[in-house]
């Protein structure tokens, strides 16, 4: 129902834009030791370096994604399919990497 649909809305805009400001902030904190290993206490290799800094920019995209739905939802009392797709494909994506890392 629509008023759920806001109530959800209501959830998500908070947990998105926690999401994304956290990721935000790590991403800003760590990444530039990621993208130069042996300059900073990160001894991996560049391509980990990436790898990791890809994975938090997805976390981050997923945050922002959250955050963009629950104004949707907010607005509307509706909920989008298309973004409802991307964010369970990006969390897939976001599993097997975690699986893989």
């Not at 999401?19 to 130069?36: E, F, R, Y």
């Not at 001894?43 to 955050?67: M, N």
């Not at 949707?72 to 409802?84: H, Y």
């Amino acid at each position: 129902s629509k008023r759920w649909s806001r109530r959800l809305g209501c959830i998500l805009v908070p947990a998105g834009l926690f999401i994304s400001v956290l990721m935000g902030w790590v991403l800003l904190a760590i990444g530039p030791a990621l993208l130069h290993p042996g300059a900073s206490r990160f001894t991996g290799t560049q391509a980990e370096g990436l790898g990791i800094a890809a994975l938090l920019g997805a976390v981050e995209i997923f945050g922002v994604t959250a955050f963009c739905d629950g104004l949707w939802q907010m607005a509307t009392g509706r909920r989008s399919k298309w973004v409802i797709y991307f964010a369970v494909g990006l969390a897939a994506i976001l599993f097997l990497v975690a699986l893989l890392i």
